[in-house]
C-alpha cells in the first residue's frame, strides 16, 4: 500500500525542491567567495547558503537570491544570522518589500 501525504507535506517538499534550484542557480551565477571572511568556498554545502531574514520568520522572502548570502562555514553563517537580526533587519526587509512585493 503506498502511504498517501498530506498537502502540507507535499507543499514543503516542492518548497524545499524550490529552494534546491535556487541554491543552484546561485551558485552558478556567483563567485564561490564567503561574503563574510572572503575566503574561497569549495562545494556548495547546504549550509554554504545563508538566509539573510530567516525563513521561519519572513517565508515570502525564502526564495529570493538577494536573501541568500554565500558563506565558507557555520561560523560565518551564524554571523550573517547575527548581523541580519541586530543590525540590518528594517532596512533589508523594507529594500525587499519594495523591490518584490
Known amino acids: 500500500m503506498i502511504k498517501q501525504i498530506s498537502d502540507k507535506k507535499r507543499k514543503r517538499l516542492k518548497e524545499q525542491w524550490s529552494e ?4 543552484k542557480e546561485i551558485w552558478n551565477e556567483r563567485e564561490h567567495i564567503c561574503e563574510i571572511c572572503k575566503h574561497p568556498i569549495l562545494y556548495p554545502w547546504s549550509w554554504s547558503f545563508a538566509h539573510r531574514l530567516a525563513k521561519s520568520q519572513y ?17 560565518c553563517h551564524k554571523k550573517i544570522d ?11 526587509i523594507e529594500y ?3 523591490k518584490y512585493l
Open 20 to 23: 534546491v534550484e535556487i541554491f
Open 82 to 92: 547575527s548581523i541580519y537580526v541586530k543590525e540590518k533587519r528594517a532596512e533589508f
Open 59 to 75: 517565508p515570502k522572502f525564502r526564495l529570493i537570491k538577494e536573501n541568500i548570502a554565500l558563506v565558507d562555514s557555520i561560523m
Open 96 to 98: 525587499l518589500t519594495k
